[in-house]
């Protein structure tokens, strides 16, 4: 007999738990994993192969374990995006922001302490919590998906969690968080006990707003999490980095895999961050693009979750993943994130937007009829 999960002798807060992912479902338009959806302009790809070309020819070698041409780099591109000077020595890559959040956990976490986000949120913080053997508190948020200091100040004074995340953008809700909310929660966090706390930024390039990365400054416990899988439009290039006090980025090479970016990780995204200003340019038409799916699923009478990131959080429906189903069966995939309620939009190209609205469009005039 073929065994289970269940069968194994897997540890007891993994039990009954599911991997993180959304459906891969072939249909003609996919709205549902905040992939960017324009693909590298030819010049960056023409680049980007002549990098790996000569970090080929050393292939022999184990790369840069330290990748500090890659970290000058993305130092230099949060320096210039920003304002706010940020060196190689405040900066650590790693395989996408779930691993940096990983070493995080493994650094600062682990079997007898315990980490607590505001959720809904990014569901792999809570993953990544129980698989590094860190306790998970769920944090609570408003009825508009805003964190209620008061509440949260409350909840890290009763836990006292060794790690602390805030998300801004929010993922799935979209939302924003103001400075002196991110504030506030650090000096609680430093109140309860010295905790870190870590502002997760992966969707910050599409923000209305600034990134709040100068707050590092006299922080030694906030660390601020980004990738570039969304801005970069490059989701398969598994590169995530994080900016911190220079300790901090000596801590987490305590956890950190040997070599573990790869000759070819490091090349490509070099090669990407040639390409910024191209890059951004997209960036700039999927925020044009979010704010008209904002406005038109307004129009159409839907409520919508305020947003400051690549994606649209709307709704309420009595049967979410009904909607998600109908959305579906007009080829339309958008992502039933488990928020009750509501369903979450992708803002894509033009013309995929059109078909999703196209679709929302049908629904609403069949629930009218």
């Not at 840069?64 to 130092?75: I, K, Q, S, W």
């Not at 100040?153 to 924003?176: Q, S």
Request: proline content about 6%; overall charge negative; cysteine-free.
């Amino acid at each position: 007999m073929t065994p289970r999960i269940d069968d194994l002798p897997v540890r007891d807060e993994l039990r009954g738990k599911s991997p993180y992912g959304a459906p891969q479902l072939d249909v003609p338009v996919r709205l549902n994993t905040n992939e960017n959806p324009y693909p590298l302009p030819e010049e960056l790809v023409d680049r980007i192969a002549e990098r790996v070309r000569e970090a080929a020819r050393n292939l022999n070698r184990y790369p840069d374990r330290d990748a500090v041409e890659l970290r000058t780099g993305l130092a230099a591109y949060l320096t210039d995006t920003t304002g706010h000077r940020v060196g190689v020595e405040n900066v650590w890559a790693a395989n996408g922001s779930n691993e940096v959040i990983q070493q995080l956990l493994q650094t600062f976490g682990g079997p007898g302490r315990t980490a607590l986000g505001f959720e809904p949120s990014y569901s792999m913080h809570g993953l990544i919590a129980r698989g590094t053997g860190t306790g998970w508190i769920s944090g609570p948020r408003n009825e508009d998906f805003t964190i209620d200091l008061a509440a949260a100040e409350r909840a890290i004074a009763e836990h006292r969690p060794d790690v602390v995340f805030i998300t801004t953008p929010n993922n799935p809700t979209g939302t924003a968080v103001p400075p002196e909310t991110v504030r506030a929660l650090y000096d609680a966090a430093q109140a309860a006990k010295p905790s870190m706390v870590v502002l997760d930024e992966a969707y910050i390039e599409f923000s209305h707003g600034d990134s709040l990365l100068a707050l590092l400054d006299g922080r030694p416990h906030l660390v601020v999490s980004r990738t570039m899988s969304k801005a970069f439009g490059a989701a398969g290039l598994r590169l995530g980095y994080l900016a911190a006090d220079p300790a901090v980025v000596d801590a987490v090479q305590l956890v950190r895999l040997p070599y573990h970016l790869s000759a070819v990780t490091q090349a490509t995204a070099l090669a990407a961050l040639e390409h910024t200003g191209t890059l951004l340019k997209y960036v700039e038409q999927l925020k044009s693009e979010r704010d008209r799916l904002v406005s038109e699923l307004l129009a159409l009478g839907y409520e919508v979750t305020e947003s400051d990131a690549n994606f649209v959080q709307f709704g309420r429906f009595d049967d979410a993943h009904a909607v998600w189903r109908q959305i579906l069966d007009r080829g339309v995939l958008v992502r039933d994130n488990g928020v009750p309620g509501w369903l979450r939009v992708t803002a894509g190209t033009p013309a995929e937007n059109d078909a999703f609205l196209d679709a929302v469009r049908e629904l609403k005039k069949e629930q009218t009829a």
